[in-house]
């Protein structure tokens, strides 16, 4: 019933910016951005509930990425300022569909997923 697709991901120098962007159809309950780079666990990497509106950001990019959601188009965005080198990974859109833990919870915790859009960036 959800489906999530991504887009927006490339390749940026090290302190620029990208905006991914998550066309998300379907009733959610909490939406996310994970990532996981090679070698690496997939990520939290910043939450939203979608009635409430509240917002949850990892450490990492706390300050750096903003999280939001535009109801009207359906869409769920995650802006990247300031990035890094560590911030290269795979960036996944994550919906959960029941609430619990959306600011908390893992990967487990959200059971709709996009396919995913590369973030490289380089020194």
């Known amino acids: 019933q959800v489906q999530l697709v991504e887009s927006g991901g490339g390749s940026v120098q090290a302190g620029g910016s990208l905006r991914l962007s998550c066309a998300a159809s379907?009733?959610?309950?909490?939406k996310a951005w994970f990532r996981q780079a090679p070698g690496k666990e997939r990520e939290r990497v910043a939450t939203?509930?979608?009635?409430?509106?509240?917002?949850n950001y990892a450490d990492s990019v706390k300050g750096r990425f903003t999280i939001s959601q535009d109801n009207a188009k359906n869409t769920l965005y995650l802006q990247m300022n300031y990035l890094k080198p560590e911030d290269t990974a795979m960036y996944y859109c994550?919906?959960?569909?029941?609430?619990?833990?959306?600011?908390?919870?893992?990967?487990?915790?959200?059971?709709?997923w996009g396919q995913g859009t590369q973030v490289t960036v380089s020194s």
């Open positions: 994550a919906a959960a569909t029941r609430g619990g833990a959306c600011h908390s919870g893992g990967p487990g915790t959200y059971n709709y």
């Open positions: 379907g009733y959610t309950y909490c």
């Open positions: 939203i509930s979608s009635v409430i509106g509240s917002t």
